[in-house]
């Protein structure tokens, strides 16, 4: 591959991160909030916006638990399906970009004859989720207090297929949601989250499950020397 053309495919990425970067500053999240209060009196309306919210937030690069916070608040409790639905839909996008990327990757190692660093971090990536379960991996990676995006990006580079992503991202992302539309549920202790939309016990007490769910086949992937018994 041109060397040249590669720099210039970097500068070009660059640029656009930095142009997503300054939008999502501009719109924040909570400017956004602040303008659902006079949609909730109309349901249908309500719900086109938090579906339009829903579409623009990969590209703002907003936490999920957003959406749920924004469905709690304006349909209470009994709108928990419904938020969780946003928050798998909203995972499609980055996934199937990751995916198309890691298959351009993978295409220009073989090309090139090389194995570059991210290559080999699809290749580490696919070991563990062959070794844990696709779907145990993914629910397991979205317990931790990591970027959804990220573990999304993560997810289609370790090549787990659509409906292993799906199933797992419902799973690991349920009890972020729950934690999402009690937030919004509660109007004073929306005002007082100030930027932090779930309580820090119940991120240690998350993160604690998605280790201990993780713990095994991570040993077994990367500690465990060859040849030794579980």
Known sequence: MNRRATLGRYAVAGLVVAALAALGLAVSPEAALSRLRWLATDPLRFGLAVVALAAVRPLLAWPTTLLAVAVGFGYGWSGTPFALALVVGTA???YA???AGRLRLRDDAEVEGRSGVADRFCRAGERFAAES???RAVAGTRLLPLPSDAVTVGAAAADVRTRPFLVGTALGEL?????????????D???AADGSLVDPTVLLGMAAVGALVLAGPLYRTFLRPDGAQA
Do not use: E, I, K
């Open 133 to 135: 379960g696709s779907v």
């Open 189 to 191: 202790r929306l005002a």
């Open 97 to 99: 970009l990751a995916q």
């Open 175 to 187: 009890p972020w949601v729950l934690s999402g539309v009690a937030v919004g549920v509660s109007l």
């Open 92 to 94: 499609l996008p980055p």
